[in-house]
């Protein structure tokens, strides 16, 4: 089997039943031009997309991701997927991976300008090597995200709740971060709220208590933090959503990055001040997470 694989999907509409989609597919080479100049993905970053860590052959944690890829539709006036049809792509793409750890993405497109119908897509393709990252550490800074908690409310348009293809904030404060000597970062609400990280979810344990910031305020609800909180709930702790202060970081017990194929990356520092790591439950949260997910 090839090591990378690209699906093309002509949507169906939401309402559409069918045990049968493989006509709307066609396969393309990985390595070769797919899109025309006129896509809106590439020239305004006009869609949404979701990330699925596949381990052994077994893409995780689907329904999740499907669900959020409607809600950012939705948020973005894009055509709901068709549930079904994506499964099956998604089916599709599993199956051409080997084993160890993969990544497949899944994209909706406006389409092309002036265009009849959205682009659709996934792909599947390795994942980067993660296990030092799980195992040793991230350094992490604070970064203004520049609006208040409630944004999302006061400013539905800004699409702060939505997964979009327009990256080119997160990427920008991830260099931030990479200048100042840190490895990621977390941002911050203007009135002084945790967020997120540019690409994952925070979690923070507070003695026996487990507490992330709840999904508003433009925070995506990160599918890997629902897993976790599921495993922390079996093993008996409290795990609740919350708004979280900026100043609560630095008193954490411990706090970890976790996101679909970095998985659960413990922080070490913030804003260069140490954090205690617990690295028996981060071993443990990472084996979950390595684990066959639904």
Not at 193 to 199: G, I, M, S, Y
Not at 206 to 221: C, D, S, Y
Request: net charge negative; aromatic share 6%.
């Amino acid at each position: 089997m090839t090591r990378r694989f690209a699906l093309m999907i002509d949507p169906a509409a939401a309402d559409v039943d069918g045990s049968d989609f493989s006509d709307t597919f066609t396969l393309v080479d990985a390595a070769a031009p797919a899109l025309s100049v006129g896509e809106l993905s590439t020239q305004r970053g006009d869609g949404v997309f979701e990330s699925i860590g596949v381990i052994d052959g077994h893409a995780q944690e689907v329904v999740p991701h499907l669900e959020r890829l409607a809600h950012s539709a939705q948020l973005c006036d894009l055509p709901l997927p068709n549930q079904a049809q994506w499964h099956q792509a998604i089916e599709r793409a599993a199956a051409h991976c080997e084993q160890g750890e993969y990544v497949i993405k899944l994209i909706l497109s406006r389409g092309v300008e002036h265009g009849p119908t959205p682009t659709a897509w996934v792909t599947a393709a390795p994942a980067s090597d993660f296990s030092a990252v799980r195992e040793q550490g991230i350094r992490v800074v604070t970064l203004d995200r520049g609006y208040d908690l409630d944004v999302a409310e006061r400013a539905p348009w800004l699409l702060l709740g939505a997964k979009t293809l327009s990256y080119a904030v997160n990427m920008a404060a991830l260099r931030e971060a990479h200048r100042r000597g840190a490895d990621d970062a977390i941002f911050l609400s203007r009135d002084g709220f945790v967020l997120e990280a540019p690409t994952a979810s925070l979690i923070l344990r507070v003695g026996e208590r487990f507490v992330t910031p709840a999904p508003n305020g433009g925070i995506l609800h990160g599918t890997t933090q629902l897993s976790v909180y599921d495993y922390l709930a079996g093993r008996g702790f409290v795990a609740e959503y919350g708004q979280v202060p900026a100043s609560d970081l630095a008193r954490a017990d411990a706090a970890w990055l976790v996101s679909s194929v970095r998985l659960a990356a413990p922080i070490t520092a913030v804003d260069d001040v140490d954090l205690p790591v617990d690295h028996t439950l981060t071993s443990e949260l990472n084996a979950y997470l390595l684990s066959p997910r639904d």
